[in-house]
DNA sequence: CTGTTAGCGCATTCAG
DNA sequence: CTGAATGCGCTAACAG
């Protein structure tokens, strides 16, 4: 048994193979005995078109390409549940890659999609990237991009954020208020978008509150967690006066975590953990970490949305497009700061 | 700027196309001075072959399928990243779709793939699955396809899965050593490989260790959680003898040390609970919960691995080649369990 | 309403 | 070493 083809459903319908295409699209100008006859034979035969050889003829590959740092992520996880959702939807299918936050293999698998391989693009920007002339690219040759969650803001494109600022901002005042004054705040790269308004915003909130902003409670975290788990202890080590951290990122609030209980320093009375998150797990594990949970469902599913609108309409994806969704606080354990 | 062709290329370089593509494969019959210039104006012009005409002229399609109940569990994620790998590394790409454990999508997903839209198909079978008829169809058609951690035993494929039986019978052991005598074992779904391989651990373990086996003290999950954790309080609360909890998925030993804290109960002291997990959070954030880790991202290799082997060699996927590895018991708290 | 024909972009004959 | 011609499977334009 192998896949059988247009022609031979036709042959096998006595029927020329034009009429057995119309008739499986549901052309109006098949009568409804033919096209119910040629329905029925093909199921039969198992007749599947071969959607590259449709493709070439039509130009348009119902598939869309979601480029990613990596999995071991749980917001990422969940942005392809919904990217996954939207495209089941709309008839599409997901090619996925990972460039693992190099630059390098962000090039490689922009240069893969140069081909028309697929219809559109998903990007979350790898942290490692630094020219995007690989992505001007794409667009140059009419690929339309949506980038969600770590974006480049040089690239004009539609884009799906969270709340960076607004939740950078939370999350120091958050300290703030249960009594902090010496906030360490951790990033992943100065490059990345996410990071930058996160830092943008625990600056706003440290002005507000008229606490001084000191470079040195600032740590850009590596790729390595073993690395990052020995910075934040020497900090720790270096700055007993840290009474608070704000990490901007899931990893780096684990670690701080792991620090702070290798020194023996006990979470959250002498210091306080702040820190993004979407695993249930670490809320539901750690009461004593307060966490900052993104929409990461909604965003796949909404950049995957923007993007199917430009791709059916025929657009362009306008920066205008560009939705900005609010991150949640939990803070199990704020009771406990304020009481302090 | 559009889609540069082979046509134009062979235009722009004054050859014949079918020079310009022997030139592009590196064939041997094309002299190393046009070799290099056809090179050099591809570059220069952008040039990428299409991928969907060399597939209908060649029937490969460089492209897998990956079909998953989910993504919110860790441990697909990291399989995802190990396909991934082998992927990129053996030029393929990679279509990916969930099933969200339902039979049904599993049919309409495999249907899809009927088609010849890949070269073959890595499967972790949804826990709604019930015939299999939809696979065997594949399978007639030469799709090769190997199924990882959730297996169907009746579709004669190669599997790649984890020492589910021993790691069931371990989980038990450890908590039998620990001086527990009724351990509740919670389990997602009867039909599932994974699940009653590690209940058979669980009853030989309980043999062994001359416990006898309570039905009532077996509990299957749902899909929802917050059933999950109803179901689980309810018995605890109606069997306070329960000392120890076997949770063969990590969102069940979430749940059953959710229950735990919600009724009260100490951990590990009153309860021990040993649950699947591929989080490194959980093991970090809850010393309490011991951990058996499955090398998620080691199967996906392997399963991808034994996959491209297949395809590469035009041979079918064959049970013979299957693979079992090792799960690892983490065990932060068996100091305490073995104290008391 | 149905059949004939041509061509999507590429790679592979077969001829030179 | 290079070029011309053919066809992968499908669809759309053009006939009838």
Same mark, same amino acid.
Request: hydrophobic share 25%; glycine share 8%.
């Given at each position: 048994m192998s896949f059988v083809n247009l022609k031979q459903l036709a042959g096998e319908l006595g029927l020329a193979s034009s009429t057995v295409s119309r008739a499986m699209r549901d /052309?109006? !100008?098949? $009568?409804t005995a033919t096209r119910e006859r040629v329905k029925s034979v093909a199921r039969q035969l198992n007749y599947q078109p071969n959607p590259y050889a449709s493709c070439l003829r039509n130009n348009v590959t119902k598939t869309i390409g979601v480029i990613l740092p990596?999995? @071991? %992520?749980h917001f990422f996880s969940l942005a392809i549940n919904g990217i996954e959702e939207v495209a089941q939807q709309n008839g599409y299918h997901v090619l996925i890659y990972l460039t693992h936050d190099s630059g390098e293999q962000e090039k490689a698998v922009s240069k893969y999609l140069t081909s028309g391989r697929v219809d559109g693009i998903l990007l979350a920007l790898a $942290? &490692? +990237? *630094? &020219?995007?002339g690989h992505l001007e690219k794409l667009k140059l040759l009419g690929v339309p991009i949506v980038q969600f @969650? *770590?974006? %480049?803001? +040089?690239? *004009?494109t539609a884009t799906v954020t969270t709340d960076d600022y607004a939740s950078g901002y939370q999350a120091t005042e958050h300290l703030l208020r249960a009594g902090c004054r010496k906030v360490a705040h951790l990033l992943? /790269? !100065? /490059?990345?978008s996410i990071s930058s308004r996160r830092l943008q915003g625990y600056r706003a909130a440290l002005a507000a509150h008229h606490v001084p902003f000191d470079a040195d409670l600032v740590l850009t975290g590596t790729a390595s967690n073993d690395e990052n788990l020995r910075r934040i202890a020497r900090l720790l080590t270096q700055r007993p006066d840290i009474d608070g951290i704000f990490a901007s990122v899931e990893r780096l609030a684990l670690s701080s975590y792991q620090a702070c209980q290798q020194l023996g320093i006990a979470i959250p009375d002498a210091i306080k953990i702040i820190g993004f998150s979407n695993m249930e797990t670490a809320t539901l594990l750690a009461p004593a970490l307060t966490t900052i949970t993104q929409p990461a469902y909604a965003i796949g599913k909404e950049a995957a949305r923007i993007l199917f609108q430009a791709i059916t309409k025929h657009k362009p994806v306008l920066p205008a497009q560009s939705l900005e969704l609010k991150s949640e606080l939990i803070a199990r354990a704020s009771t406990a700061c304020a009481a302090r």
């Open positions: /052309s109006y !100008e098949i $009568s990596q999995l @071991d %992520n $942290s &490692g +990237t *630094r &020219g995007i @969650d *770590r974006v %480049n803001e +040089t690239l *004009r992943v /790269s !100065e /490059s990345l």
